[in-house]
Nanobody, 125 residues
Framework: QVQLVESGGGLVQAGGSLRLSCAAS????????MGWFRQAPGKEREFVSGISWSGSTMYAGDYVKGRFTISRDKAKNTVFLQMNSLEPEDTAVYYC??????????????????WGQGTQVTVSS
């Protein structure tokens, strides 16, 4: 069993920054692929970023690449999402997720086995 707990969300003005954390417990964290997804009201949950056990990263696309940075601290069983230059369109509940099977980050929710409860990020204009 794996438990994921996100933190670090909040209310920030456009152009500001937030750092999300996801603390993992349970099985061997260092071997997981970890991902961040987000879900805005009325929209489907979408992939934001992922990181493999070796540290290779993937980002959703131009709308987050260059602004968001994913990283992991294996010693602390924690994955981070540094979000800079936030925009109102980034407002969503952000979820971290663990994939126990893959070597590389996947971009679909079906590829992930465990999910956190989510943390709200609200960006005001």
């Amino acid at each position: 069993q794996v438990q994921l707990v996100e933190s670090g969300g909040g209310l920030v003005q456009a152009g500001g920054s937030l750092r999300l954390s996801c603390a993992a417990s349970g099985r061997t964290f260092s071997s997981y692929v970890m991902g961040w997804f987000r879900q805005a009201p009325g929209k489907e949950r979408e992939f934001v970023s992922g990181i493999s056990w070796s540290g290779s990263t993937m980002y959703a696309g131009d709308y987050v690449k260059g602004r968001f940075t994913i990283s992991r601290d294996k010693a602390k069983n924690t994955v981070f999402l540094q979000m800079n230059s936030l925009e109102p369109e980034d407002t969503a509940v952000y979820y971290c997720a663990a994939d126990l099977d893959s070597l590389r980050p996947g971009t679909t929710t079906q590829e992930y086995h465990y999910w956190g409860q989510g943390t709200q990020v609200t960006v005001s204009s």
